[in-house]
Each structure stands twice: as C-alpha cells, then as structure tokens.
C-alpha cells in the first residue's frame, strides 16, 4: 500500500511529541507503549552533549609526534574525490631542482586549506585517504565573525596530533593503528638472522 512508510513516520513523530508532556506519557503508559525520554533539552553551555564516536564535524590532518610529520604526501585523492570541491592542495613541496621534498621519509604539501564553510561533513576524504591522514573531528563549537576567510581553515590549523585522534575515537584509531602498523611491517626490509 503506498504511502504506509509516511503514516509510519508520522505515528514515531506524535508519539515523540506526546511522550514530551507529563500526561502524554501516562496515555502512552497506558497504552502500552514506550513513553519516551520526556523533553530532551539540555542546559548548554553549562551541560554540554555527549555524542558518539563515530558523531563527525570536519576533518581535520593527523600527524605523527611532532607537526613536520605529517601523515599527507599530498597525493591530492581527496582533493579530487571532495563532492563539494573544499579541499585545495598546493605541493608536494619540491626544491630547486624540482625534485620531491621529504621529511620523515614522505613529502609534505605546501598548503592544505579546506573551506568549512562549504564541507558538508561527508567524510569521502577520509576513506579515499589512504595513508591514513585526514579524520573527522567531533568538535562542532566553531564559530566566527566573517563567512570567508575566518572558515577557510589552513594546514596550520588542521594539524591535530595522532593522541588526539586516539583520544576522541579510540575505536577507529586503533582499527587505523592496526592498518598502518601492518603497512608498516611489510615495507621493512627483511632482517637477516
């Protein structure tokens, strides 16, 4: 029958609704039914929201120890793959020669923007990446005064360290940690006994 799915939804919604007042959720008590939470408001600033590990804002780059060992060899997958085209990569750095820079044994990007005025959170980026250096951040306090260049977000203030990610998604950076763990141990040559 069509139209089933919109009458499904629309029974969740006012059962919600009835379930924020203190005689809806007797009726619903009644009833049988589940009664809900109840309202569902919090006092913020003061109580702040606690959201689930995988709850994703913007991303933001990941680095190894110190800020030069950046994760990104600036391969530009991201860039590429971005639907709203909000991430613009400038290198690989390249010396005089034209020859790739490296520190830490990888290049580096010159310059790593990415626009949040426009990102829509989608997280593409982070799976295309496959050296594992772009995650989402769940901080979403960002505001600014001006819609333009206060929201497009340099390298500099993308650099978040690995013990940052492994401190708001444990779950996910050891699934990473593993991953590269096991990258690793393959490209080390073979020790000779």
Known sequence: ?????????????????????????????????????????????????????????????????????????????CEQECPPQCIHIVGPAKDEQGRPLKTHGRTYPLRFDIDVSICMSCRICVDVCPFDAIEMDNAHEISSGGRFQELNYTKEQLLKSADYFQKIKPTEAAVVDQRLAAKAKKSAPPSSS
């Open 1 to 77: 029958m069509i139209g089933i799915g919109v009458l499904k939804g629309m029974w969740v919604t006012l059962r919600q609704f009835i379930g924020t007042y203190p005689a809806g959720r007797w009726l619903l008590k009644r009833a049988g039914l589940p009664e809900g939470d109840g309202l569902c408001t919090i006092e913020y600033p003061e109580v702040k929201q606690q959201h689930a590990e995988r709850h994703r804002v913007f991303p933001f780059l990941v680095y190894d120890a110190t800020p030069d060992n950046l994760r990104c060899v600036a391969c530009k997958i």
